[in-house]
């Protein structure tokens, strides 16, 4: 098999990726070790910024979101049981977020690629990437039974920070950068309306808590838990239970309860792997950084990435000139570290750690309050939250 973009991985960067060189006229083969279904059913993000937005309408990709999406204009922040409305519009000039779950764009990008787009195989595995900084770099993978080999010009690792891709680079020239966190995220899907129009993110001194939701009748909801905890170890009582005291306000809020349809955890971590290319192979994604989910902003950097890629892609195409996917690596990690520092604020902001002191609770207290009584550092958050600009 051959084909000028080898993509490995069929998440959000892999599936965006060919829909967006589909659109240029540029020609290229996915390949997702897992199965439709698997794919489409991950719980993963919720939140879309302004500017994956504006991609996916413009990529041919939007119509259902802009029907079923949620437009927010801002998010409440909890604290003391006090509470504090960022108006992004009001202070972004006009810029918000949408409620748009993973699993929706995943599904939207999945039916419009094997209407319209090249290759897109299921289970099918990638085994290795070889000869990245060859002129014909190749993967080699595992579908229905058999060994493979697809020749590419060009191989981008979509495959999610447990892939293979980044195996390809060779180890003297990377760079790795890396925190993870005391703690977890215990999150929860439950048929019931959200208990609020909004997002709220409450700081407690029993831990973080998160309000999200997936439609006007499904809630998604997250507690802070210890590193490594089982989420079978908490009953749907004690979740909500938990829950409420979290989110408890002196107005009276609140919170209603439903029957909870799926459960887990998910571990905290910040991760940049430099560079994000070598040869002819690119990283993207999740591939390439991790970011805790505090800040919303995992499946946006991934969308820049891509973004950058086929635009890099297609200006070499349309001029001879490989400035910009020499400059991809670069181009990227400058967003990138931009995110990894709002993820890491709004993390410290908002969780508890096990060993935190009188001290940096009153620090976090006071970075809220600051945050509610400032317009520059409110504002700082708006633009963080809704979004650094796609280069
Ligand atoms: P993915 O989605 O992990 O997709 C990688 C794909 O590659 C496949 N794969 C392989 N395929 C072939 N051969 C191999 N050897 C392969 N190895 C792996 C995998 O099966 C998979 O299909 O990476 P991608 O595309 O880079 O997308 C990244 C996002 O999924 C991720 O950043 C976000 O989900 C992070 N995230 C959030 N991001 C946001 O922007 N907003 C949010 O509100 C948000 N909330 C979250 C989140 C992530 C969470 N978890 C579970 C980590 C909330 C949570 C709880
Ligand atoms: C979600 O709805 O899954 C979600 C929303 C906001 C976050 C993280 C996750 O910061």
Redesign the pocket.
């Known amino acids: 098999m051959r084909t000028t973009v080898g993509i490995i991985g069929a998440g959000p960067a892999g599936l965006l990726l060919a829909r967006l060189l589909h659109n240029a006229g540029i020609d290229s083969v996915v390949l997702e070790a897992r199965d439709r279904a698997y794919v489409e059913h991950r ?5 879309l910024e302004q500017g994956t937005v504006d991609v996916l309408r413009a990529a041919g990709a939007g119509e259902r979101m802009d029907r079923e999406g949620l437009r927010h204009d801002g998010i409440e922040l909890r604290y003391d049981r006090k509470r504090h409305r960022v108006d992004f519009p009001a202070l972004t000039g006009g810029r918000s977020v949408m ?1 748009y ?2 699993t929706e764009v995943c599904k939207d990008l999945i039916a419009l690629q094997l209407k319209e787009g090249g290759p897109l195989l299921f289970e099918a595995e990638a085994l290795a990437v070889e000869g990245a900084d060859s002129d014909r770099p190749t993967v080699r993978f595992r579908h229905e039974g058999r060994e493979d080999v697809l020749e590419c010009d060009y191989v981008v690792g979509c495959d999610g920070f447990w892939g293979v891709a980044r195996k390809a680079v060779p180890e003297e020239l990377v760079r790795v950068f890396e925190r993870t966190y005391p703690f977890g ?1 215990l ?1 929860i899907l439950a048929d019931v309306p959200p208990s609020h129009d909004e ?1 709220v ?1 409450a700081r407690h001194d029993r831990g973080f808590a ?1 309000l ?3 439609s006007p009748s499904v809630s ?1 909801l ?1 507690l802070q838990v210890p590193e490594g905890a089982d989420a079978e170890s908490w009953s749907d009582d004690e979740i909500w239970d938990e829950l409420e005291r979290r989110f408890e306000t002196e107005d009276g809020w609140a919170l209603e309860r439903g029957p909870i349809t799926q459960k887990s955890v998910t571990p905290m971590r910040s991760y940049v792997h430099e560079p994000m290319r070598h040869g002819r192979l690119f990283l993207a994604g999740d591939a390439a950084h991790i970011v805790p ?5 995992g499946l946006n950097l991934a969308v820049g990435d891509v973004v950058t890629f086929a635009r890099a892609l297609t200006h070499q195409r349309d001029t001879g000139s490989a400035e910009l996917l020499d400059a991809y690596s670069e181009t990227c990690l400058r967003r990138v570290w931009q995110a990894e520092r709002f993820s890491y604020d ?1 993390t410290t902001l908002l969780h508890r750690s096990p060993d935190a002191t009188p001290f940096e609770d009153r620090l976090q207290i006071a970075r809220l309050e600051r945050i509610a009584t400032s317009a520059a550092a409110e504002t700082d958050l708006a633009e963080g939250y809704t979004g650094f600009p796609f280069q």
Do not use: C, D, N
């Not at 719980?43 to 939140?47: L, S, V, Y």
């Open positions: 719980q993963r993000a919720g939140i409620v779950a993973q995220w999150g997002l993110y998160l999200s939701m997936r998604r997250y989910p505090t800040g919303a902003k709004m």
